[in-house]
C-alpha cells in the first residue's frame, strides 16, 4: 500500500516522526493509500523553502519566463488528465466526468494565468507636475493555501496559479481526506522545471498541519477555501500576525423559477445543480424557490428528474456518487431526520445502483418540497443531494426568501421577462447571478466568490491575480 509523502523544495519527505493517516476510497469505504501525517516542523520547512525560493530563483525569474513556464505545466497537466483524474476518483469518489472535468480544470487554470503573468499592469497617477506618480502590483511573498476535499484540483489550481502567477511561492495544505491528485501535480510541476521551494505541499490534519499553516508568522498572506466555522479560526490565527486573509466559504445558494421561465430548459440544470459532486459544492443550487401559479407543476416534473437519478460508484460513472467520509454521510442523514422528525415531505428520491458497494458513502438525492423558509433545512448548508423547494408570490418575496440565510455565494433566476433579470441581478446577493443557466459551465475566467458566512475576496479571472499582489504607490518628484 502506498504512502505518500510531503513534497517541500522539490523533494519527497515522510513526516519527521513517520506518522500518518489513512487514505479511504469513499465508493467501497476501504482504505487504499496512507499521507504524511505532518504538523508546525514541517510546515516550517515548507515556509523556510518558499522564502528562500521567493529570495532568489524563482522570485527573481522574469515575468516572461514565469509565463511560459507556467504554460508548460498547464501542458504537463493536460499530457496527465487521465492520471490525475483517476487519482481524484479514487480519492474523492467522483463520477468519471466530474473527475476529468477537475483534472482539465486544473491545467486550464496554469494555461489562464500562466497568460496573465506578463499583464499584471500598475497605473500611472496624474499629480503636480513635478512628480510622477506610480503604482507597481508587487507579489505577497509565501502564500499559504488551505484546501478542502470537495475539488482538490480546481481550488488548487484557481489559488496556486494565480498565486504563483503573481510571483509568490506558495505552501499548500490540501484537506486529509484529498490530497492524492495534489501531491501527483506537484510532482508534474517539477519534472516541467518549477524552482525548488516555488510549491511546496505539507499533508495532515487540519488542527495540526492546517492550524500550523493559519498560525505562521512567515507566510505573508492566506487564501482559504472551507467551512464558515474553519475559516474564523484560520482568520483568527492570521490575525495574530496581521497576515490578510481571502475567505471561500459555504452556501445556501437559490435559484429562482418565475412562472414566465423555460421550464423545459430548467428542470435538468436544476437537478444537476444539487447532485454534481453528490452536492458537495460550496455554490450548490441548494434552495429552489418557485413562483406559486407553476409550484406544484414544476415540483412535479422535477421529482421525476430526481427518480431518474442513479446514484452507485464512482467509476460507473452514476449522476450521483458517494459522499467524502462516513462523516459527512451520518452529517447528511441527520438533516433528513429532522425533515422526517419536522413534517417535511419528501417529494423525490434518487435510486441506489444495485451493484453499489456495501461500504461506501451513499446518499441518494433527496427532493423536499414546501421547506419553511426559515426552516433549518433551508437555512444551513447541508452540503449532499439534498434540495429544499419553497413557494414564493411575488418578486419581492422571492427576493426576501433567496436573501434571508447568512449566506451570499451564488444565485440562479428563471425568467423570460428582461426587466425583471435585471432587477433580480442587481438586488440579490451574491457574488456572481446567473441568469436561465447556472454556473455558467464554472469557467476559470469569472470572478467567484461571496459575502456573509460565505467569506469575501474573490479567486478566478483577474481579480484573483490582484487578490495575490499588493499595491505599492512610488511618488517621484522631479522638480
Ligand atoms: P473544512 O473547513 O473542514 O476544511 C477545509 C480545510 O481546512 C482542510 O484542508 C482542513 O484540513 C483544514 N482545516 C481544518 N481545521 C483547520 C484549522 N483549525 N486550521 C487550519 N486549517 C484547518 O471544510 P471541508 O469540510 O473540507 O469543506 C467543506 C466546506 O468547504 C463547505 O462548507 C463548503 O461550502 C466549503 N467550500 C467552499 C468553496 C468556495 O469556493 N466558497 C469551495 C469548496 C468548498
Known sequence: MTTYMNFIDNEWSAAYDGRTVEVLDPSTGEVFAHIARSGGSEIGRAVQAARHAFEGDWGNMAPAARSRLLLRIAQALLDHVDEL????????????????????????????????????????????QEFTVLTLREPHGVTGHIVPWNYPLQIFGRSVAAALAAGNACVVKPAEDACLSLLRVAGIMAEAGLPPGALNIVTGLGNEAGAALAAHPGIDHISFTGSPQTGQAVQQAAAANFVPVTLELGGKSPQLVFSDADIEAALPVLLNAIIQN??????????????????????????????????????????????????????????????????????????????????????????????????RLA????????????????????????????????????????????????????????????????????????????????????????????????????G
Not at 482539465?104 to 496573465?116: K, S
Not at 439534498?386 to 418575496?397: G, K, Q, S, Y
Request: net charge neutral; with cysteine.
Open 379 to 478: 437555512q444551513e448548508e447541508i452540503f449532499g443531494p439534498v434540495l429544499c423547494a419553497i413557494p414564493f408570490d411575488t418578486e419581492e418575496e422571492a427576493l426576501r426568501i433567496a436573501n434571508g440565510t447568512p449566506y451570499g455565494l451564488v444565485a440562479g433566476v428563471w425568467t423570460q421577462d428582461g426587466g425583471r433579470q435585471f432587477r433580480m441581478a442587481r438586488k440579490l446577493r451574491a457574488g456572481q447571478v446567473f441568469i436561465n443557466n447556472y454556473g455558467a459551465a464554472g469557467g476559470v475566467e469569472l470572478p467567484f466568490g461571496g459575502s456573509g458566512q460565505s467569506g469575501y475576496g474573490r479567486e478566478k479571472g483577474f481579480e484573483a491575480l490582484y487578490g495575490f499582489t499588493r499595491l505599492k504607490t512610488v511618488a517621484l518628484r522631479h
Open 85 to 128: 483524474a483517476a487519482l481524484e476518483q479514487r480519492d474523492t469518489g467522483k463520477p468519471t466526468r466530474q473527475a476529468r472535468a477537475d483534472a482539465l480544470a486544473v491545467a486550464r487554470y496554469f494555461e489562464f494565468y500562466g497568460g496573465a503573468v506578463d499583464k499584471i499592469h500598475g497605473q500611472t497617477i496624474p499629480y503636480p
Open 278 to 375: 453528490a452536492g458537495q459544492t460550496c455554490s450548490a443550487g441548494s434552495r429552489v424557490l418557485v413562483q406559486r401559479a407553476i409550484y406544484s407543476d414544476v415540483v412535479g416534473r422535477l421529482a421525476e428528474h430526481f427518480k431518474a437519478s442513479r446514484t452507485g460508484a464512482a467509476a460507473d460513472d452514476p449522476d450521483c456518487g458517494p459522499l467524502i467520509n462516513a462523516r459527512q454521510l451520518g452529517r447528511v442523514q441527520a438533516y433528513l431526520q429532522d425533515a422526517d422528525a419536522s413534517g417535511i415531505s419528501v417529494a423525490a428520491r434518487g435510486q441506489l445502483d444495485s451493484n453499489a458497494p456495501a461500504g461506501g458513502f451513499y446518499q441518494v438525492p433527496v427532493l423536499l418540497s414546501d421547506v419553511p423558509a426559515e426552516h
